[in-house]
């Protein structure tokens, strides 16, 4: 079983937490990851570019001038994609859908991989608890007498936990989370994961099946 070191509330070694192998023991693999990184990251892309096509465009319901006789080129509205403030052709539209399915198990899969990859990095941190009052001051010393100070790091608690949630509120390269929430998008846009023997089970709960 891999084995992480344990941290007490005021950052200091109190002994070893042994994790799960299913969870925890995973051979990495670039491939399935970046598969289910790519269709998250799809998942969460909003089709905001949208373009007027002629049948959108106001005006342009006057042919231009007459089809013979003027010695121009012949034009049946001012809002052909030719002319300039005319509709577009082929543009971007709202109504794009950007989603790609996810198999659930290569989802939980690849969560599994990512979070063996951080215990193999040493970049997987425990601790006894989270003892903050909500104060700034405190979660910021905690966090730089652990590893990886100044790294981006991303808190997950076992539950929901507001005094948490406002100590890290202020800080720079620092989120949080909830352990049975966590994504493969979370553990790869952050360098460090802290959290506690709570929301170990709790990502044992959830992957372990």
Not at 37 to 43: S, V
Not at 79 to 101: A, H, I
Not at 177 to 193: E, M, N, R, W, Y
Request: with cysteine; aromatic share 4%; net charge positive.
């Amino acid at each position: 079983m891999p084995k992480v070191d344990l941290y007490n509330s005021t950052g200091e070694k109190s002994g070893e937490v042994e994790l799960n192998d299913v969870v925890f023991g995973v051979k990495p693999k670039q491939s399935v990851v970046h598969q289910v990184y790519t269709a998250l990251m799809a998942n969460a892309r909003q089709p905001w570019a949208d373009t007027k096509t002629r049948g959108d465009v106001r005006g342009g319901g006057r042919k231009p001038w007459k089809q013979k006789g003027t010695g121009r080129a012949r034009h049946g509205s001012i809002r052909s994609p030719l002319w300039k403030g005319g509709g577009v052709t082929f543009g971007p539209l709202k109504e794009r859908n950007y989603k790609q399915k996810i198999n659930k198990k290569l989802n939980q899969s690849a969560t599994r991989m990512c979070l063996s990859g951080k215990v193999l990095d040493n970049k997987l941190i425990v601790l006894e608890s989270f003892a903050t009052d909500g104060k700034t001051q405190v979660m910021s010393t905690l966090r730089d007498k652990l590893p990886g100070k100044g790294k981006t790091t991303m808190l997950l608690t076992g539950k929901k936990d507001e005094m948490v949630l406002r100590s890290a509120n202020n800080l720079q390269k620092l989120d949080v989370g909830i352990a049975k929430d966590v994504s493969v998008v979370d553990l790869l846009h952050h360098q460090f994961i802290i959290t506690t023997k709570e929301g170990i089970k709790s990502l044992e709960s959830r992957l372990a099946k």
